[in-house]
Each structure stands twice: as C-alpha cells, then as structure tokens.
C-alpha cells in the first residue's frame, strides 16, 4: 500500500519560506498524480496545489498562486511544495495525498485513496 510522509513544516515569521516534502513509499509514486491540501483551524480542509504524474502539469489555488511551487522528483519518490511570502492565513496542517486523476486534482478530495498525516506550518506575523 502506498503511504506518504510529510516533512519540513514548522515556524516561521511573516514574509519567510518553508519547503514541505511529501516522500512515499510502498509504490513508484510516478504512478499518480499528487495534491496538497491544508485545513487551519475551525476551517475546512482546501487544495493548494497537485501536480501531474510526470510533473508537466500543475495546478494552483488563487491564494496561493505566485507563491507556491509544487514539483516533484520521481527518481527520490518525492513532492515538494515551496511556499515563499507566507502568510498568517497560510497557518494550517498540510497534508499531501495521491492517486487522484489531475483534472480533478484541486476540487476533489473525494478521488484521493492516500493521505498523509500531515505536517503544521505555523506563520508568525
């Protein structure tokens, strides 16, 4: 089964960046397409990003766009997310989650079959 590990959140003061890794394991992860997503507190979860399998493709929220990158690196079994000119509202848990088709990629939580556990990003401001 796959699993998906996020790593690289934490705290960091208004203006600043952080790197978000999301690594997996059980399966090749160029098998699917890979979303994050983020739920702050008293909020619903919301997509950020996904990326396509091979990566040509991407996809951003509007709150997001310009700051954010998503990529990924097949051969490390790995997506990153780095988030540069954060924000107090980008404060939330960060989960990655995979096998969703793309063109539903931010829409639908409902077609993702794996979820990480997440990892806290807290912006100080």
């Known amino acids: 089964q796959l699993r998906l590990v996020e790593s690289g959140g934490g705290l960091v003061q208004s203006g600043g960046s952080l790197r978000l890794s999301c690594e997996a394991s059980?399966?090749?992860?160029?098998?699917?397409?890979i979303g994050w997503f983020r739920q702050a507190p008293g909020k619903e979860r919301e997509g950020v990003s996904c990326?396509?399998?091979?990566?040509?493709?991407?996809n951003y929220a509007d709150s997001v766009k310009g700051r954010f990158t998503i990529s990924r690196d097949n051969a490390k079994n790995t997506v990153y997310l780095q988030m540069n000119s954060l924000k107090p509202e980008d404060t939330a848990v960060y989960y990655c989650a995979a096998d969703s088709p793309f063109i539903t990629c931010l829409a639908r939580q409902d077609k993702y079959n794996y979820w990480g556990q997440g990892t806290q990003v807290t912006v100080s401001s």
């Open positions: 059980g399966f090749p992860l160029d098998d699917y397409a």
């Open positions: 990326i396509s399998r091979s990566g040509r493709m991407t």
